[in-house]
C-alpha cells in the first residue's frame, strides 16, 4: 500500500491522501478537496483513482467530488447517513465494512461520530497500520464539534474506537494544526517533554513535509489522549474550580474541548 499525502496550501490547512495498490495502480481518494493536484498527482505516479472516499460531509472534504469523478469515472464512498448530505454517493459504509483496492488492500470502516455524527475513518491493518482519521484526530489534537457534531460522541470514539488501535499506528489527519494544537497542550500540560520537544521541531515546519507520526507518540503529546495526567487535571482545574480532584475522563476530555473552542 503506497500513501500519498497531499498538502493543498489553502487557508484551511487541508490534506488530501491517494492510496494506491502498487500491483495495479488502483488509486483511492480521501476528500480530494483539491481536485487538480489529486489528479496531477494521480497522472504522474502512473495511478487510477477508481474510488473515492468522504470521511464527512463538511465541503472542505467533499468539494472536489464532482471534478475528480468527472475526470476519472470513480465511485463516491461515505458514511451511509451522509448521503443526503453528500452528492452522488455510490456506496454507503458503516462500522466494519470493507473498502477493497486493487488486488489486496483492504481498509476497514471505523463508525467514528463526534465532529459530526456522520463520520468515518479508514484503518489499514497492515505491517505498518495506518488511521486516515479526517477531522476526528489531529496531530496533537481533537476534532470541534461545531458543525452538526457531539463532544460525548466525540469522546466514545476516542476511548472506543482510537484508544485499542496499535501504537505502531500511523496516523493521516485531515488538516495541520499541529503547531497551534501543541502550543494548548503545553498550555494544559507544561511538563510535558514530548509536546516541548516536538513543538521545537514544529516551529515553522512546512506541512508539505511534516513527519507522519504514529498513535504511540500521539498519546505522548495529544492532551486529547492523555486524559489522566495528574498536571493537566491540576491546571484544569484553575480553569474549572468546581472540577471534582479526581474528575471522569468524560469530563476531562469535554473540559479540554471546550477550552480549544477559544483557544
Same mark, same amino acid.
Given at each position: 500500500?503506497?500513501?500519498?499525502?497531499?498538502?493543498?496550501?489553502?487557508?484551511?490547512?487541508?490534506?488530501?491522501?491517494?492510496?494506491?495498490?502498487?500491483?495495479?495502480?488502483?488509486?483511492?481518494?480521501?476528500?480530494?478537496?483539491?481536485?487538480?493536484?489529486?489528479?496531477?498527482?494521480?497522472?504522474?505516479?502512473?495511478?487510477?483513482?477508481?474510488?473515492?472516499?468522504?470521511?464527512?460531509?463538511?465541503?472542505?472534504?467533499?468539494?472536489?467530488?464532482?471534478?475528480?469523478?468527472?475526470?476519472?469515472?470513480?465511485?463516491?464512498?461515505?458514511?451511509?447517513?451522509?448521503?443526503?448530505?453528500?452528492?452522488?454517493?455510490?456506496?454507503?459504509?458503516?462500522? &466494519?465494512? #470493507?473498502?477493497? %483496492?486493487?488486488?489486496?488492500? @483492504?481498509? /476497514?470502516?471505523?463508525?467514528? *461520530? $463526534?465532529? =459530526?455524527?456522520?463520520?468515518?475513518?479508514?484503518?489499514?491493518?497492515?505491517?505498518?497500520?495506518?488511521?486516515?482519521?479526517?477531522?476526528?484526530?489531529?496531530?496533537?489534537?481533537?476534532?470541534?464539534?461545531?458543525?452538526? &457534531?457531539? #463532544?460525548?460522541? %466525540?469522546?466514545?470514539?476516542? @476511548?472506543? /474506537?482510537?484508544?485499542?488501535? *496499535? $501504537?505502531? =499506528?500511523?496516523?493521516?489527519?485531515?488538516?495541520?494544526?499541529?503547531?497551534?494544537?501543541?502550543?494548548?497542550?503545553?498550555?494544559?500540560?507544561?511538563?510535558?517533554?514530548?509536546?516541548?520537544?516536538?513543538?521545537?521541531?514544529?516551529?515553522?515546519?512546512?506541512?508539505?513535509?511534516?513527519?507522519?507520526?504514529?498513535?504511540?507518540?500521539?498519546?505522548?503529546?495529544?492532551?486529547?489522549?492523555?486524559?489522566?495526567?495528574?498536571?493537566?487535571?491540576?491546571?484544569?482545574?484553575?480553569?474549572?474550580?468546581?472540577?471534582?480532584?479526581?474528575?471522569?475522563?468524560?469530563?476531562?476530555?469535554?473540559?479540554?474541548?471546550?477550552?480549544?473552542?477559544?483557544?
Amino acid at each position: 500500500m503506497i500513501v500519498e499525502r497531499i498538502w493543498t496550501g489553502n487557508s484551511l490547512r487541508n490534506y488530501n491522501y491517494l492510496v494506491a495498490c502498487p500491483d495495479s495502480g488502483e488509486a483511492l481518494a480521501i476528500d480530494p478537496l483539491d481536485a487538480e493536484k489529486c489528479l496531477h498527482t494521480a497522472r504522474v505516479r502512473g495511478w487510477q483513482i477508481t474510488q473515492v472516499l468522504n470521511t464527512h460531509e463538511h465541503h472542505d472534504h467533499t468539494g472536489g467530488n464532482a471534478a475528480v469523478v468527472a475526470a476519472t469515472g470513480a465511485k463516491v464512498v461515505a458514511h451511509h447517513k451522509a448521503a443526503g448530505k453528500i452528492s452522488g454517493v455510490d456506496r454507503g459504509v458503516g462500522a &466494519g465494512d #470493507v473498502i477493497k %483496492l486493487g488486488r489486496y488492500i @483492504e481498509l /476497514q470502516c471505523l463508525d467514528t *461520530p $463526534g465532529h =459530526t455524527m456522520c463520520h468515518i475513518c479508514l484503518f489499514a491493518n497492515t505491517d505498518e497500520p495506518a488511521l486516515f482519521s479526517g477531522d476526528t484526530l489531529f496531530n496533537a489534537g481533537a476534532g470541534n464539534v461545531h458543525n452538526g &457534531g457531539c #463532544v460525548n460522541a %466525540l469522546f466514545d470514539t476516542f @476511548e472506543q /474506537q482510537l484508544a485499542p488501535l *496499535p $501504537g505502531s =499506528t500511523r496516523l493521516f489527519p485531515g488538516h495541520d494544526y499541529l503547531e497551534n494544537n501543541l502550543r494548548f497542550t503545553l498550555d494544559r500540560e507544561n511538563d510535558n517533554q514530548a509536546a516541548g520537544q516536538r513543538l521545537e521541531q514544529a516551529k515553522g515546519h512546512d506541512p508539505a513535509r511534516a513527519p507522519v507520526t504514529t498513535l504511540a507518540q500521539e498519546r505522548e503529546h495529544n492532551t486529547f489522549m492523555r486524559l489522566d495526567s495528574p498536571s493537566l487535571i491540576a491546571i484544569l482545574r484553575k480553569s474549572f474550580p468546581d472540577l471534582p480532584e479526581h474528575p471522569d475522563r468524560r469530563t476531562v476530555f469535554t473540559k479540554l474541548r471546550e477550552l480549544r473552542n477559544h483557544w
